[in-house]
């Protein structure tokens, strides 16, 4: 059995950890209230959070030609360059430039690749739910076909 002076020493020490973990999840609770709008003040309408966990993001930097290989998604992918030259191929389609700002939208199991201009990197934003099924490297003919 503890001695009096333990169990006073064990309560202070629990209330020295108790408080600032209190406190810490205090401040998480009002930011998180805070970055998240309160309908009514910024909705019309009825709007919610929806789950997200099989939905993944990136931001990528693709150095001038590099590229990824050919590759699907179970579900679909939607690309956004952000900052300098993009380049999207669907197999059997012509390459496409992209170029700040613009999307491109990939369906379901479609075998594509995507990655920088060969004398430009590329900032791009990838959004994509599902599984990615991996193919070839893209060949330097492939990358450089019109």
Same mark, same amino acid.
């Not at 020493?9 to 629990?14: D, H, N, T, V």
């Not at 108790?18 to 998180?32: C, E």
């Given at each position: 059995? %503890?001695?009096?002076s333990?169990?006073?020493?064990?309560?202070?020490?629990?209330?020295? $950890?108790s =408080?600032p973990? *209190?406190?810490f999840?205090a =401040?998480?609770?009002?930011?998180q209230?805070?970055?998240?709008p309160?309908?009514g003040?910024?909705?019309?309408?009825?709007? #919610?959070?929806?789950?997200?966990s099989?939905? &993944? $993001?990136a &931001?990528?930097?693709?150095e %001038?030609g590099?590229?990824?290989h050919?590759?699907?998604?179970t579900?679909?992918?939607?690309?956004?360059?952000?900052?300098?030259v993009g380049?999207?191929?669907?197999?059997?389609?012509p =390459? #496409?430039v992209?170029?700040?700002?613009?999307?491109?939208?990939?369906? *379901?199991?479609? @075998?594509? @690749?995507?990655?920088a *201009? %060969?004398?430009?990197n *590329?900032?791009?934003?990838?959004?994509?739910?599902?599984? =990615?099924?991996?193919?070839?490297e893209?060949?330097?003919?492939?990358?450089?076909?019109?």
């Amino acid at each position: 059995m %503890p001695t009096k002076s333990l169990q006073r020493r064990l309560q202070i020490g629990l209330a020295g $950890f108790s =408080i600032p973990l *209190a406190l810490f999840t205090a =401040i998480a609770v009002a930011q998180q209230q805070q970055e998240q709008p309160q309908q009514g003040r910024t909705v019309t309408g009825e709007a #919610r959070f929806v789950d997200a966990s099989d939905k &993944r $993001f990136a &931001r990528l930097v693709f150095e %001038p030609g590099a590229r990824t290989h050919w590759h699907k998604h179970t579900d679909r992918q939607l690309l956004l360059i952000e900052e300098g030259v993009g380049l999207v191929q669907e197999r059997g389609e012509p =390459i #496409r430039v992209l170029r700040p700002g613009e999307p491109y939208y990939t369906k *379901a199991d479609v @075998w594509h @690749w995507h990655g920088a *201009a %060969p004398d430009q990197n *590329a900032v791009q934003l990838t959004f994509y739910g599902g599984t =990615i099924e991996w193919g070839e490297e893209v060949t330097d003919a492939e990358y450089r076909a019109k």
